[in-house]
């Protein structure tokens, strides 16, 4: 959690004025246009100065300290001071009322001066606020993955899942690496036109590095507490997140501008590939008419930046579940054989027949969220809930975690079942919470569950995963810990990947091919 003790970091005559100066401004704000008095939402005891924005909890696995201060205030928690205030959603109902009813209000996004003018993410549209021109690059987004349209990407999808199984049966112990690689070839290919051929490619590589540096939520920082604090130089002292900056930055930079170089070049030379990209320059960009450059270098920067990470840890939680619920993966595999047989590998079209199958992606987006938190929301007015007021400016972040954790909607929510939603009365589909709220809801929600369908089918149809054991048979320890930021990523853990007998020759051919 953030504390008064962290102005140490930024040294001690900045920390003081920066404070001082944000305490006068805005001590009075959150209430001056509370006209009638109403009393804010609960949260933990304030104290004079500071509020109570130093519980704000962001020391990693933020979802379960929300989710434990839910138990002791409710499904909104309230926290202000330093002229900030967050508002936490710690469950389904109310993130629907606000989020999804009241979008005119709740889908703004906070200033964010760490990421957005530090770190210079602002172009991304999944930080962009209103006034940065969201609307106009979602609808570019949005038009690129609508359902009809994601069927047209299909083919791609189906030619990297037969490189994934390729790779599992040369290399397993390297499967996190695999689906890596398949989700960046995949998205590249859609986007730029690309053929990402290993791991070692380029613009593999600089998404890794960029997802290294995401180890932190947007807000979380004193930066972001304090905004004044990103005029200091830095080399001053205690500005370490400054210095950070300027790399993150340069990765920002070429993130977005180098694949649309290339793309550029390749037009230019006939050589170009078809992709969203060379389309889009083709509808939008002329000789004489270059204005909507850095719109199409921005969408299709965004989705280079944020595709993969959903389908990556999602399969990775997969191979965990696999792991620990061996039942579940038998279930599953007899499903495929029963309908699929053991002489071709899965298809798309043989999902309306594999009931489980779809069962257990749903399960997968509910047992171990991809993005606990979702991503931070901030209100564009005032506004009432409940009888509680909520200020203008207010950070409002959706535990999803915990939304998806519920005992009261998912009973057992910490088990892998996929049978909840089967039967007459199956349990809510859990990407009604999983990819965003409202005006925010992630436009590539459809693309991401196709994919991860076709690669869970045809790993479930071509290889057994099991628990590593030691030279004694037993279980091996698994020590995982998830990251913080945007995405929970699990770390590495050992896994056992072993080619099936039956569907053997399918993956034979596959590498053949």
């Known amino acids: 959690m953030f504390a008064l003790s962290d102005l140490a970091d930024v040294g001690f005559p900045t920390g003081i004025v920066a404070l001082t100066l944000w305490f006068g401004v805005f001590r009075w704000n959150s209430s001056r246009n509370n006209a009638r008095h109403l009393p804010l939402p609960p949260g933990p005891p304030r104290k004079y100065f500071v509020g109570n924005i130093n519980q704000?909890?962001?020391?990693g696995y933020e979802w379960l300290a929300y989710d434990k201060l839910a138990k002791v205030y409710g499904d909104l928690i309230y926290f202000s001071g330093l002229g900030n205030s967050v508002l936490s959603i710690n469950s389904y109902k109310v993130a629907n009322d606000l989020l999804d009813k009241r979008g005119a209000i709740y889908s703004d996004r906070p200033r964010l001066p760490m990421v957005k003018e530090l770190f210079g993410w602002a172009w991304n549209l999944i930080i962009m606020s209103y006034s940065e021109g969201f609307a106009e690059h979602r609808k570019?987004?949005?038009?690129?993955?609508?359902?009809q349209i994601v069927t047209s990407y299909r083919p791609v999808v189906v030619r990297e899942v037969g490189v994934l199984l390729k790779n599992l049966m040369t290399k397993p112990d390297d499967f996190y690496d695999h689906l890596k690689?398949?989700?960046g070839a995949i998205i590249m290919m859609i986007t730029y036109g690309h053929q990402v051929d290993s791991m070692e490619d380029e613009f593999i590589q600089l998404a890794e590095k960029v997802r290294e540096t995401a180890t932190t939520s947007p807000g979380s920082q004193l930066v972001?507490?304090?905004p004044i604090l990103k005029y200091t130089p830095s080399w001053f002292p205690g500005q370490q997140f400054a210095r950070h900056a300027v790399y993150v930055r340069s990765l920002s930079h070429d993130m977005r501008t180098r694949p649309y170089q290339q793309v550029q070049a390749q037009m230019a030379a006939g050589t170009a590939r078809s992709s969203l990209t060379s389309k889009l320059i083709e509808e939008h960009v002329t000789p004489t008419d270059h204005s909507k450059e850095d719109l199409i270098k921005n969408v299709a920067g965004v989705i280079y930046s944020a595709?993969?990470?959903?389908?990556?840890?999602?399969?990775?939680?997969?191979?965990?579940a696999m792991m620990q619920y061996p039942e579940v993966q038998e279930r599953a595999r007899q499903e495929l054989y029963s309908v699929v047989g053991h002489n071709r590998l899965p298809e798309f079209h043989d999902r309306k027949d594999l009931p489980y199958v779809s069962a257990l992606v749903k399960e997968l987006l509910r047992w171990k969220p991809i993005a606990p938190l979702g991503v931070v929301h901030c209100t564009a007015d005032v506004d009432e809930y409940q009888g509680q007021y909520i200020p203008k400016g207010t950070s409002v972040i959706p535990n999803i975690a915990a939304m998806l954790h519920d005992k009261d909607v998912y009973p057992c929510p910490d088990n892998f079942d996929p049978t909840r939603f089967l039967g007459d009365q199956p349990s809510p589909d859990p990407a009604r919470a999983?990819?965003?709220f409202g005006r925010r809801v992630c436009p590539g929600r459809y693309f991401a569950d196709e994919s991860m369908f076709l690669a869970i089918a045809c790993i479930l149809h071509t290889f057994h995963i099991s628990h590593p054991v030691d030279t004694e048979g037993r279980p091996v320890d698994l020590k995982i810990e998830w990251s913080s930021g945007l995405v929970a990523v699990p770390s590495y853990?050992?896994?056992?990947?072993?080619?099936?007998?039956?569907?053997?020759?399918?993956?034979?051919?596959?590498?053949?091919?």
């Open 56 to 59: 704000v909890p962001t020391s």
């Open 224 to 226: 972001d507490l304090l």
């Open 493 to 513: 853990f050992p896994c056992i990947i072993q080619p099936l007998p039956e569907t053997r020759k399918l993956v034979i051919d596959a590498i053949l091919d």
């Open 434 to 436: 999983a990819f965003g």
């Open 181 to 183: 690689s398949m989700a």
């Open 307 to 320: 595709g993969a990470d959903t389908v990556v840890t999602a399969l990775v939680h997969f191979f965990l």
């Open 140 to 147: 570019l987004v949005q038009q690129s993955f609508q359902p």
